[in-house]
C-alpha cells in the first residue's frame, strides 16, 4: 500500500504535524477506561457496520488519525473501496448500502451533530425498523464510543499514516 | 415526553461511570468540572444532563450568576477565572468538532493554565460528557430522574 511515507512523494508534501499532547500516557486511567468502553460498545454490533458507522462519524468529525485507521482496518477485513469512498456521500450512493446500513449511517449523522438539533424521530424511526431495542441502545452507545475516540484524536492532534491495519485489535 | 428506550448496557455503563470518575479526578477541580459538563451539555441540548449536572452544581455550592450567566461566559469574563474561561473554550472546541479542528490559539490558551497531566484530564472530560450527552440524547432520557 502506498501511504504519505513512501519516499517518492514525500517530497513534495507538507511536514507532518507534530502531535500535541501524549493523553494516555498523561491520563492512563482515563485511557483505560476508553478501552474498556470501546469494548463493552461494540458487543452485539456487526463489525462491518460498525467500521462504516467509525469512518462516517470521524469524517464529520474530521479526525485524521481515526479515518486513517478505521479506513485501513474496513480494507483489511474485506471491506471494498468503493464502499468506503462513497460513506461521505452515502445518500446519494444508496445502492452501495443496505437499507439496515443506511439506517444506521443516518443515526450516526444525527447522534454526532448534536449540535443542529435533537436526533430527529423520523431518523429514530427508520433506524428502529432495523434494530431491536438491545441493538439499537448498543448501536447508539458505539457510535457515542466513536465520538469520543475523535475528540482525543482531534484534540490531541493525533498524527494520521502510521497505523498498522489490526494494531488496535 | 417519553424516553425512546431506557436501555444502556450494564458494562457500557460502567466503563462510561469510569471514564468520568478517572477524567474528573485528574482534573482536580470539581467547581470547574461541573461548568465544562454543564456548558458541553448545552451546546448539545441535553435536558437530562443539563438538570443534573445544575443540581450537583448548586449542591457544591456555585452561585446562581455563574450558572446563568454560563451560556454568555465569554460576555460575563469577570465571574470566570482566566483559567475557567480557557476551559471553556476548549469545551466548547472539543465539543463542536464539524466547525472545525479545535483551533492552536484555544488548544494553547488551555495549555498555558492547565499542565499536560491536568489537560489530558480535561479533555477526557469533556469527552466524557460528550458521551453521556449523546447516550441520553439519542435515546430521549426525559431531564429530572437524577438525585445527587
Known sequence: MTTHTDDTTTARHAPELPVRLDWAGHAPEVYKAMVRLDAAARRGVDPTLYEL???RASQINRCALCI???????????????????????????????????????????????????????????????????????LVAA??????????????RMTPGHYRPGQHG | MTARTRLLDREVAQ??????????????????????????????????????????????????????????????????????????????AVTVLTEGFVPDAVYERAAAHFPDGELAHLVGLIAAINSWNRVMVGRRIPPGGYTP
Open chain 1, 53 to 55: 458507522v467509525k469512518i
Open chain 2, 15 to 92: 466503563a462510561m461511570s469510569a471514564l468520568s470518575a478517572a477524567a474528573k479526578k485528574g482534573l482536580g477541580d470539581l467547581a470547574l468540572a461541573e461548568l465544562v459538563m454543564i456548558r458541553a451539555s448545552q451546546i448539545n441540548h441535553c435536558a437530562f444532563c443539563l438538570d443534573m449536572h445544575l443540581t450537583l452544581a448548586r449542591k457544591n455550592g456555585e452561585s446562581e450568576q455563574r450558572l446563568g450567566l454560563l451560556d454568555a461566559w465569554e460576555e460575563a469574563e469577570e465571574l470566570y477565572s482566566e483559567r475557567e474561561r480557557a476551559a471553556l473554550a476548549l469545551t466548547e
Open chain 1, 143 to 156: 457510535i457515542t464510543v466513536i465520538n469520543a475516540w475523535n475528540r482525543f484524536g482531534v484534540t490531541c
Open chain 1, 68 to 138: 486513517d485507521m478505521h479506513s485501513k482496518d474496513a480494507l483489511a477485513a474485506g471491506e471494498s473501496v468503493e464502499r468506503i469512498i462513497q460513506l461521505s456521500a452515502w445518500e446519494e450512493s444508496r445502492h452501495f448500502y443496505t437499507g439496515k446500513e443506511l439506517a444506521a449511517l443516518e443515526l450516526t449523522e444525527a447522534v454526532t451533530v448534536l449540535t443542529d438539533g435533537f436526533v430527529p424521530d423520523d431518523v429514530y424511526e427508520r433506524v428502529a425498523k432495523h434494530f431491536d431495542e438491545p441493538e439499537l441502545a448498543q
